[in-house]
């Protein structure tokens, strides 16, 4: 039943059908209870989709994630997947994206853009709460007009309508059995992790300590790298070949493990020593597939960008109940089956 129909059966106008639906504006009692009586018959409810593109307006969306330059790509693929679905899968509800990139860690940065969001006139927000403290401290400093979203990692304490992420604890345990299974060898295994400040880094980390602390030949070190750069990777890579004469496996908690296995390749270890970490970035591919990786744990940076519109879509648009957590399948790639 449409508004037009309830009009009819009432015998008034749809301007009053509105206003009695909407619960606003002057109407005779008689008259609302006439409405209602035929809505509560008939089984009407608003169609938002139809509310929605009436308002015709474009809505905003800001994004706050690192540069898409930064750390070989991963970034760009998780804006382009929100780009993607913005032009393809919902190009009739007018969103347009404003991009606002931070350098990571510089916390200036991630201020100076986070202020510029704001005053930006968004309807919502998707973040990649990746530095823990100073997100926190500005969420609580700034009263949000709009819902936001968290993409890339959870953040416990934070009240995002949605995250769109991997478990990171599970993704670093898995991680750990992981690299074990690729060394096949007993000895110590190492997780270096580039940004300290990251709470899905070092739950990553965690987890995979913790898959250690169950192998009675094996043990897990942590390797904190100066940053990401390719000098930065290698010199953590080379300080753990100095300091441990066992190490049999090498982890990388974010999409940089490429430069870790070129090094070990160039130290002429890679027989030695196993090399697993994160993300289907081309630098990572291109060294799977010519050994200088053993395996790599897929983040889907497009379908997490696809997937956080679908659920800002579902709370603009049709107004509903949107998932409080989408995570993100550990999937794992080899040489063998990266092709397909």
Known sequence: ??????????????????????????????????????????????????????????????????????????WKAIYDGILDACVNDYAAFGFQLELFGFKRPDAASLKAQFKKMIKAGCSAYIIAPIMQEEIMFLLSQEKLSAPYCFIDSPLPGALPITTIAQNPFKAGFMAGKLTRLCSARSGTFAVIKPFSESYNLNERARGFASYFLQTKDCK?????????????????????????????????????????????AEMGLKDKIAVVGFDLVDSNIEALKNDKVDALISQDPRGQGSLVMKEIYKNLVLEKEVEKEVNIPLNV??????DF
């Open 333 to 338: 790639f080899f040489k063998e089956n990266m």
């Open 220 to 264: 897990a070190i942590q390797k904190i790298a100066r940053g990401s750069r390719q000098e930065e990777i290698a010199d953590a890579v080379f300080q753990l070949v100095h300091d441990s004469e066992d190490l049999r496996g090498i982890c990388l908690v974010n999409s940089e493990v490429h430069f870790a296995g070129q090094k070990i």
């Open 1 to 74: 039943m449409t508004v037009t129909e309830i009009a009819e059966i009432a015998g008034v106008s749809t301007g009053t059908v509105d206003r009695v639906i909407h619960n606003r504006g002057r109407v005779s009692e008689e008259t609302r209870e006439k409405i209602n009586k035929i809505i509560s018959e008939n089984g009407f409810s608003p169609d938002p989709i139809a509310r929605f593109l009436k308002k015709k307006s474009d809505f905003k969306i800001g994004v706050l994630i690192p540069a898409i330059s930064e750390e070989s790509g991963y």
